[in-house]
């Protein structure tokens, strides 16, 4: 099986996130009329509101903490005096937490993307699959925590974090052999989070993209009551 291991994690990295670059590249160049979050609000808000706001918190809650906890080398946290095993609590703890608020978030949008008439009439194969695939991701999530309980010393991050760092600096067969003892579920974590980087150009998702900084020195709009009759 290490074939399928060094595919997985030495090579297919590098296509999911080649297409997402250039896939993305391409749809703004092309495509920027569809480079939009395409809002239901204006079919129903109440529900909308609610799950939005608990999943964008929960989920960049967790996107940071991938990032830093995934990204940052080991001999930064030892300097900055947090031990391998503290951190992995750390990870636990607050992953935890976001986890369940994303959960809860993105439990309200699905079901009302699907239940609600209006919408589901609204909403494309891909807007829903890509809901569907983030949920799936979230769930593998939490159920790793599990998993991470019963090796509080930290080993398994120490494995991921190799993964993460030695694919960025293109050392594949590095990075996939750190992978090759790592429990099952954290496999499938990773694979199915690469998968949403490689159809990430080809969803709603590429309005995380688009930051509006031009409304920052765009000119005051005065906006005067209508005179009455």
Partial sequence: ??????????????????????????R??????????????????KQLRRGSIAF??????????????????????YVLGISTSAKQIIAIVAGGIA??????GLTILIVRRLKNPRIRAN??????????????QLILG?????????????????????????????????????????HWIFKLHVTLGLTIFLVFPFTRLVHMLSVPMQYLRRQHQVVRQKAPR
């Avoid at 090579?11 to 999911?16: E, F, G, N, V």
């Avoid at 929960?58 to 995934?70: E, K, Y």
Wanted: glycine content about 6%.
């Fill in 123 to 136: 909403s494309s194969t891909m807007d829903i699959a890509i809901l569907l695939l983030l949920y799936a």
């Fill in 99 to 104: 986890g369940v608020i994303c959960f809860y």
């Fill in 1 to 26: 099986m290490n074939y399928l291991n060094t595919f997985f994690f030495g090579i297919y990295p590098y296509i999911a996130l080649a297409v997402m670059v250039i896939g993305t590249w391409i």
């Fill in 142 to 182: 939490l159920l790793s925590i599990f998993v991470s309980l019963d090796h509080l010393d930290g080993s398994t991050m120490v494995l991921l974090m190799s993964w993460a760092q030695n694919t960025l600096t293109f050392d594949a067969a590095t990075a996939a052999a750190a992978m090759t003892n790592v």
């Fill in 28 to 45: 703004y160049d092309r495509e920027q009329f569809t480079w939009k979050t395409s809002s239901s609000q204006m079919l129903e808000k």
């Fill in 56 to 77: 964008h918190i929960g989920i960049l809650a967790i996107f940071v903490g991938h990032f830093v906890g995934l990204l940052t080398p080991s001999e930064v946290w």
